[in-house]
């Protein structure tokens, strides 16, 4: 499938948008199963673009800013996963083993742009302490849109300009090394869950982990009249864990309100003047 320029156009909008509510974290909409999901709406192929979404989440699910650690872009990793299973009929796993160059080299951008703007808090306190909110808020907006822009303009060139190379270049692969990259693109959602287990998993949470696993064994076995299996639809798990989140919001609110009126029984009170 070749993407027009239309369509390339647009995931230089796309790649604009989201990449300014990287930098600010308000919608989250450049984590890869947003961004996908708009990229398959682009491309015209919904199922597409929430497939590779959902491998490509899972894979960059436990990747966040550690210190000065720069994790590969999830941005370009959810865009790129969907572009080259659409233009290279890849599957989605292999699709994301593919990207992980892309992932790259979003990172390096990154990295560039941050070394770039270092002179940037230097003078927003020199604009704060003039109080000059004007200049303020100018220059935020100035280094947020001129990075965003840089970003749309290389997602262009990786998803229009330079498709018929990429193409050529992922085609020319023996089916051997496409099956490495579609194994690899496999183990990686198994990673990314691994990572984020790894800051998350604390005993308080141990028996959720537990529920969760013997929900999907038990779905997993099940199997309808026409032979779908029942966790092909992840509606049930969904509607289980917002039940248990609403438990153990009233469970702990409980007790927060508990332990409120045991402290202001502890201290007196407001009525007996101590």
């Not at 990229?39 to 989440?57: F, K, N, P, W």
């Not at 800051?199 to 026409?226: H, M, Q, R």
């Given at each position: 499938m070749q993407i027009t320029l239309v369509q390339g156009l647009l995931m230089l909008l796309v790649g604009f948008i989201c990449s300014i509510?990287?930098?600010t974290e308000a919608f989250y909409w450049f984590r890869p199963m947003v961004a996908s999901f708009f990229?398959?709406?682009?491309?015209?192929?919904?199922?597409?673009?929430?497939?590779?979404?959902?491998?490509?989440?899972?894979?960059?699910?436990?990747?966040?800013?550690?210190?000065?650690?720069?994790?590969?872009d999830p941005l370009f990793?959810?865009?790129m996963t969907v572009v080259l299973a659409y233009t290279t009929g890849q599957t989605p796993e292999a699709a994301l083993g593919l990207s992980y160059p892309f992932a790259l080299l979003a990172q390096a951008l990154g990295i560039l742009f941050k070394t770039l703007y270092s002179f940037v808090p230097h003078k927003l306190d020199a604009y704060a302490a003039e109080g000059n909110v004007k200049s303020f808020n100018g220059l935020i907006v100035a280094v947020t849109v001129l990075q965003s822009l840089v970003f749309g303009v290389v997602i262009f060139l990786c998803v229009y300009a330079l498709q018929a190379p990429i193409q050529a270049f992922?085609?020319?692969?023996?089916?051997?090394?496409?099956?490495?990259?579609?194994?690899?693109?496999?183990?990686?959602?198994?990673?990314?869950?691994?990572?984020?287990?790894?800051?998350?998993?604390?005993?308080?949470?141990?028996?959720?982990?537990?529920?969760?696993?013997?929900?999907?064994?038990?779905?997993?076995?099940?199997?309808?009249?026409?032979?779908?299996?029942?966790?092909?639809?992840?509606?049930?798990?969904?509607?289980?864990?917002?039940?248990?989140?609403?438990?153990?919001?009233?469970?702990?609110?409980?007790?927060?309100?508990?332990?409120?009126?045991?402290?202001?029984?502890?201290?007196?009170?407001?009525?007996?003047?101590?």
């Open positions: 509510d990287q930098q990229t398959g709406i682009v491309l015209g192929d919904v199922q597409l673009g929430v497939q590779c979404g959902a491998v490509a989440e899972l894979a960059y699910l436990g990747m966040t800013n550690v210190g000065g650690t720069v994790p590969p990793a959810g865009i992922v085609n020319a692969f023996p089916t051997w090394v496409t099956h490495g990259f579609e194994i690899a693109g496999g183990v990686l959602p198994a990673v990314g869950l691994a990572m984020l287990l790894l800051t998350t998993l604390k005993p308080e949470t141990y028996p959720y982990l537990f529920i969760g696993f013997i929900v999907e064994c038990v779905l997993a076995n099940i199997v309808t009249s026409d032979g779908t299996a029942v966790f092909a639809n992840v509606l049930p798990v969904a509607v289980l864990g917002t039940a248990l989140a609403a438990i153990n919001y009233a469970y702990e609110k409980k007790i927060d309100e508990t332990a409120a009126k045991i402290s202001s029984v502890s201290n007196g009170g407001d009525s007996d003047g101590i």
